[in-house]
């Protein structure tokens, strides 16, 4: 041991017990116990606030789905089954976001250009994805995108709107010349409530994705209205059209594997295909996601 | 410009208009698309020029659609193809039917227009959503005009197809429990109305002809007997009349309850058998507030 360290060591064993003892003393004085206790009791209560916002945000989950629910009950054409299926709808829609994003830039980024070129567009999603700079980039006029949220309090901003899906009843929006709708799950919760009336503000067309059996494409006008397995709805072909034309669409056009399809609106029998592809046999009977596009005006034989 | 007029027969409701614009000098076309054999032609040849278009007709009443209830050899576009076609710089809708403007599935396509002429209210409110409404009075009502009439009430019968498709003398039987309680009768403008009202003459029944403005007789008779979903119910009922509207043998769709909500005075019967002026009100509380067509308008609107 070196001197210095020597004299250090006799130096703290002399001063240690008046040090403490001046310490406890100035501590006491100063309420430093009773301070680090009201520290600790602040940072349990502040865990305890966010552990209650948490189940607070959660119960605000479960009671817009409740009122979800409760409007969709409000519409007596609706059975108890359906009102299940429509549930679960909205709960996929709102918690499947991330896998949609980046499927659904990719999809819009392939859409012909025509669809954009110095038209005004409307977006429906789901997802929270910007998708203005891509609608951009594609020469479009204007555009407006409404965001499918769990909150029932409706937000708009320049480009964007959030609302409750049900709640777009409830809104008042401009003409547009187009529609895109991409998450066929958002497409089959507002197309079973014929778009809430949107297809009478669109002027030209809309592009819709829907999961449809595709064996049904092959068939004429009969069809089941949709089957519900493994929490999916997937349509008949010849359904999904049906709600397409009550929807505000002239012309519903479809293209499966190069085979495409043509139905128009009728007043006596709802619709009637006229442009069918040849028969297909298809052994997959999976479902499989068909892009619709609804035309207000006929297409067909008028050119 | 090319102004184009197009409608079907007892829809088409615009030849007064028509011969008016006609004889002040503008280019005017009008197409009846029944009496006309192939009107696609004549639209055809429209191609490419400036044309605006003017129609009473239902939107969505191509050929396909139109031979579903009334077979003819006649070759024909619907409104929407036209538009599709022509692009017209101007689309003006002024319906023909004052109770139901417009029918199943039309609504969402009123954005194509860009003016529905409203008769009245609710109408020019109610469409306000879906285009530019304005509001100019019922085309079908021009000038209030009183003829001599034999009794206080009248029948419009609607539906016509129905008693087509009966034949004339199952059609009297039907009838006969109003018409004998000295009750007036018009048929609809169609091609067995000939048949009808001479049968009905011969069996003593005070009738109509056809071609008589219905304006007319509603101004000159207290009450109107009505059936089905007709435009004249609206229209007599909007001009103050007592209304009255026989359920048997008629065809509402879903829009029995629109009917009640819009016109909740109007009287109903559900069997003819059930008819009776006892069971009428003598007087009606409400006034006319149908106005009669602003033609100057609707020119000034069509060509400016």
Known sequence: MSYKKLILSKFKNYFKKPYFKVINLIARDLKTPEIEHKQNHIIEEINNIKASQKELLELIKVNNLLIGGGQTLGDDFLSSDQVVIETNELMQIFLNKKKQDIFAINWINKLNENYFINKSTLLIKSSQIDFGHILKSKKIKRFLSITLTNSTQNEKFLHNINIYPTNIKTLSIEQFNTLIIFDPISSSLLLKHNLFEIGSKIKDFAVIRLNINPTTIFKNKFFKPYVYENNQVVYDDNFARKLLHESGFVEVESNYKGYKKVSRLNYKNGFEIISKASNKKITNSDFETITYVGYKLPQTNTK | ?304
Not at chain 2, 53 to 63: E, Q, R, V
Not at chain 2, 86 to 94: C, D, E, G
Not at chain 2, 165 to 176: A, D, Q, R
């Open chain 2, 1 to 304: 410009m090319i102004y184009l007029f197009y409608g079907f027969g007892s829809e088409y409701v615009l030849n007064d208009l028509y011969k008016l614009m006609s004889k002040k000098g503008y280019n005017c076309i009008e197409i009846d698309a029944l009496k006309i054999k192939d009107s696609k032609k004549i639209i055809n040849s429209l191609k490419h020029k400036p044309v605006t278009l003017i129609t009473s007709a239902h939107f969505l009443l191509d050929k396909k659609n139109f031979n579903e209830y009334y077979p003819s050899d006649n070759v024909f576009y619907s409104v929407l193809e036209i538009i599709s076609i022509l692009n017209p710089i101007k689309k003006i809708f002024i319906p023909h039917d004052l109770t139901e403007p417009t029918i199943i599935y039309e609504e969402m396509f009123l954005n194509q227009f860009d003016f529905f002429i409203s008769p009245c209210e609710p109408y020019t409110t109610l469409y306000s959503q879906f285009c530019n409404t304005v509001e100019l009075g019922w085309v079908k009502y021009q000038k209030d005009k009183t003829i001599k009439v034999k009794n206080k009430a009248i029948w419009f019968i609607s539906d016509f197809i129905l008693h087509i498709n009966m034949g004339v003398e199952p059609s009297f039987n039907l009838t006969k429990p109003i018409l004998e309680q000295n009750v007036s009768v018009k048929f609809p403008l169609w091609n067995s109305s000939n048949e009808f009202e001479q049968y009905y003459k011969n069996l003593g029944v005070d009738v109509f002809d056809a071609r008589t403005l219905t304006t007319d007789l509603i101004n000159s008779h207290d009450i109107i007997i009505t059936n089905g979903l007709s435009s004249l119910i609206a229209e007599s009922y909007l001009r103050g009349k007592i209304v009255v509207n026989i359920m048997e043998n008629s065809h509402y769709g879903d829009k029995k309850d629109h009917l009640k909500s819009i016109f909740p005075d109007l009287i109903f019967f559900e069997k003819i058998a059930d008819f009776s002026f006892k069971k009428i009100p003598t007087s009606s509380s409400r006034h006319n507030v149908l106005q009669p067509f602003n033609v100057k308008e609707a020119v000034n609107l069509i060509t400016k």
